[in-house]
């Protein structure tokens, strides 16, 4: 199973950028989908964006569309998270996860990391 560490995470003014990235402790071929989730305190987990490791197709949670980027260094086994024009109700710990199936659009992930926080500030 791929073990991934999430980095990155911070304070941040309101409207400011943070680049969070997740990287994976193998390279594997197989057909499969990672993404990004959050979790402010007493609140749901909330599904953020996805991408498709090979291929490279994204799907995103509307209320980050435009402002937030996902990508993938292949060579690096890294998956990169681009947030721009953060808000405050931005702020929750950021979690990497991982799905091994071609279940798409992926929204529920197999497995994570152990978060990053992110603090978004008025």
């Known amino acids: 199973q791929v073990q991934l560490v999430e980095s990155g995470g911070g304070l941040v003014q309101a409207g400011g950028s943070l680049r969070l990235s997740c990287t994976a402790s193998?390279?594997?071929?197989?057909?499969?989908?990672m993404g990004w989730f959050r979790q402010a305190p007493g609140k749901e987990r909330e599904f953020v964006v996805s991408i498709r490791w090979i291929g490279g197709s994204t799907y995103y949670a509307d209320f980050v569309k435009g402002r937030f980027t996902i990508s993938r260094d292949y060579a690096k086994n890294t998956m990169y998270l681009q947030m721009n024009s953060l808000k405050p109700e931005d702020t929750a710990v950021y979690y990497c996860g991982v799905r091994y199936d071609s279940t798409w659009p992926a929204t529920e992930f197999t497995s994570w990391g152990r978060g990053t926080q992110v603090t978004v500030s008025s």
């Open positions: 193998k390279r594997s071929f197989s057909n499969y989908a």
